[in-house]
C-alpha cells in the first residue's frame, strides 16, 4: 500500500471518529432530554415579578399586531407587564400600529448601527431612563405569538431562583411548506431536543434569540450584545461567568419562517456566518476555562464549558448528516469496522431526529418533508462551504416572510 493511501486511510478514521464523538454527545443529550420532566409542576399561586416585553421590529406592520394582540391576552394580571416596541428604522406604519395597540413605542433612526442587537440595546437604555419598573425583559420577536401561559411558567422559574430562562422556540405553521417543514424539524432539535437535554445533565440551555427572559440584574451587570448573532454570544459571555440558562420546555414562543429557500438564505448566511464567528472567537475560550483548577466559588464547572464548547463544534444537522454520508461512502473501502461505525454514527443521528420530532408533536407533514432532504442538505452544504471560506458574507437584512395569516400559539 503506497504511502499516500496510507495516510488516506487514517485521515477518513479520524474523520469517522470526530463525526462519532459529535454524534455521541447528541445521542446522549437525546436519551437525557426522552426521560426529562416536561412540565413545571405545580405553578405558583402569586404572580411576583413584573415583566417587560422587549419586541425589535422592522417594517413589520403586517405581523405586529398579531403578536401585540397575543401578547396583551397573556394568562397574567395585566398590571403585572408591559409591552415596549422599538420600530427600529421603519419607513411603514409599525410604530402607529403599536401605538394603537397600548404598547410603549420607541422610534429608533440609525444607519450605521444596524440590526436587531443595537435595537435591543438602545430599547433597554431608554426603558431604564424612563424609569418604568420591571423585575424581568422578555425578548419577543415581532413576528411571534407565545403561549398563554408563558409568563407564569416563567414566573414560576423566576421565584425559584433563575436568572435567565429560555423558552421552546418553534415555527409558526410548520406544514405550510416543505422548506418551513424541515425548518421546524431542525428546530425541533436544536431548540427543544439539546436544551432538554442539557438540563438533565447539568448544562445551560443556550438562548434562541427569540423567548428568552432575564432577570433585571443580569441585563444590569452585563450588557447586551450587538453583534449578528447577539443570542449565542451573550450566552457565552453568561457561560463564561458560571451563569446557566434554564430551558422551559412547557411554553413556547413560535415565529414565521420563510416558505422557500430562496426566502430564507440570507437569514440563514446571517446565522452561520455569526456561529462560526463564535466559534472561531469562543472554543478557545471554551477549552482554557475547562482545563483550568475551579474557583473556590464552585461556579465554573467543567462539564459547564465543555458542553457550551460541543453546541458551538457541532455543525447544522443538515451539514452533519452530509458529512456522515460521505464517510459512509469512504467507508465501504476502509472496510467491515469502519461501516459499523458509520452505521452508528447515521442510526445515531436518525434517533436524535426522530425524538424531536415526537416530543414537539410534529405534525405528519413534517414527517413528509423528509423526501427533500437530499435536496436540503446539497443547499444547506453549499451555503456552509461558502461562509465558512468566507465567500460568501452578510450584515443584518429583514427576512422575506410570506404569512399574514391570523396565529395562535
Known amino acids: 500500500m503506497s504511502l499516500f493511501l496510507s495516510v488516506l486511510q487514517v485521515a477518513l478514521w479520524a474523520f469517522g471518529m470526530l463525526l462519532a464523538l459529535m454524534v455521541s454527545y447528541l445521542v446522549m443529550l437525546t436519551v437525557a432530554a426522552w426521560g426529562a420532566p416536561r412540565h413545571f409542576g405545580r405553578l405558583p399561586a402569586t404572580a411576583r415579578h413584573r415583566f417587560a416585553f422587549l419586541v425589535p421590529a422592522h417594517n413589520e406592520e403586517l405581523l405586529l399586531p398579531k403578536t401585540l394582540a397575543n401578547l396583551s391576552a397573556l394568562d397574567y394580571p395585566k398590571a403585572l407587564y408591559d409591552v415596549y416596541v422599538v420600530a427600529d428604522n421603519c419607513t411603514d406604519q409599525t410604530a402607529m400600529l403599536a401605538r394603537a395597540q ?85 428546530m425541533a432539535v436544536l431548540n427543544y431536543v439539546r436544551p432538554q437535554g442539557r438540563m438533565v445533565l447539568g448544562g445551560s440551555a443556550g438562548l434562541k434569540g427569540n423567548g428568552m ?3 433585571r440584574e443580569i441585563l444590569e451587570q452585563y450588557a447586551w450584545s450587538a453583534s449578528v448573532t447577539e443570542d449565542i454570544e451573550y450566552h457565552m459571555t453568561l457561560i463564561l461567568q ?73 455543525p447544522p444537522f443538515a451539514v452533519l448528516m452530509a458529512l456522515s454520508l460521505l464517510f459512509a461512502v469512504g467507508a465501504l473501502w476502509l472496510g467491515t469496522a469502519a461501516l459499523w461505525l458509520a452505521g452508528y454514527i447515521l442510526l445515531g443521528q436518525v434517533l436524535y431526529l426522530l425524538t424531536g420530532l415526537l416530543l414537539t408533536k410534529a405534525p405528519a407533514k413534517v414527517y413528509l418533508a423528509f423526501l427533500y432532504i437530499p435536496m436540503f442538505m446539497l443547499w444547506k452544504l453549499w451555503l456552509y462551504v461558502r461562509v465558512f471560506f468566507k465567500i460568501e458574507e452578510q450584515g443584518w437584512v429583514r427576512a422575506v416572510r410570506d404569512s399574514t395569516e391570523d396565529v395562535k400559539a
Open 242 to 314: 458560571g451563569i446557566r440558562v434554564r430551558f422551559a420546555p412547557d411554553t413556547v414562543v413560535l415565529a414565521e419562517m420563510p416558505e422557500t429557500l430562496a426566502n430564507s438564505h440570507t437569514q440563514n448566511v446571517r446565522w452561520e456566518q455569526g456561529r462560526l464567528e463564535m466559534a472561531r472567537h469562543y472554543i478557545p475560550k471554551l477549552l482554557r476555562a475547562a482545563i483550568r483548577p475551579r474557583t473556590t466559588s464552585g461556579r465554573h464547572s467543567s462539564l459547564l464549558f465543555l458542553d457550551a464548547l460541543m453546541e458551538l463544534f457541532v
Open 102 to 186: 397600548g404598547a410603549f413605542v420607541y422610534e429608533r433612526f440609525n444607519s450605521v448601527e444596524v440590526g436587531k442587537g443595537y435595537a435591543l440595546q438602545w430599547l433597554l437604555q431608554c426603558i431604564v431612563e424612563s424609569g418604568r419598573p420591571f423585575d424581568a425583559a422578555v425578548i419577543v420577536d415581532a413576528d411571534s405569538v407565545v403561549s398563554n401561559n408563558f409568563l407564569q411558567v416563567m414566573d414560576a422559574h423566576l421565584q425559584q431562583g433563575a436568572k435567565v430562562v429560555q423558552c421552546y422556540d418553534g415555527v409558526l405553521h410548520p406544514d405550510r411548506s416543505w422548506a418551513v417543514s424541515l425548518r421546524a424539524a431542525a
Open 213 to 215: 427572559v432575564f432577570h
